[in-house]
């Protein structure tokens, strides 16, 4: 498995095999829908690509537990994944 980010060039959106998706868990419902809806998505992957294809979810902090780790509520680190 290679993963590698989704790029954008000359028009078109280039979309490896094994792309690294940010995900943020969020706040209140957040933490309850997210993992849910990873597993969907892992889930509808899985079943259109087989074994060919697979997302690498890459969580990334924002909101009440950025601020208690970094003590801001959305850090540098995360808006420069989402620019990745």
Do not use: C, H
């Not at 060919?52 to 850090?75: S, V």
């Amino acid at each position: 498995m290679n993963p590698a980010s989704i790029t954008y060039s000359g028009g078109n959106l280039e979309v490896p095999n094994n792309p690294i998706i940010p995900v943020i868990i969020g706040d209140g419902i957040g933490q309850d829908v997210t993992p849910v809806a990873i597993k969907v998505l892992d889930a509808a992957v899985r079943k259109a690509y087989g074994n060919d294809r697979k997302i690498l979810w890459k969580q990334i902090l924002a909101g009440e537990e950025a601020f208690k780790q970094t003590g801001e509520w959305l850090p540098d680190e995360t808006l420069a994944s989402i620019r990745e």
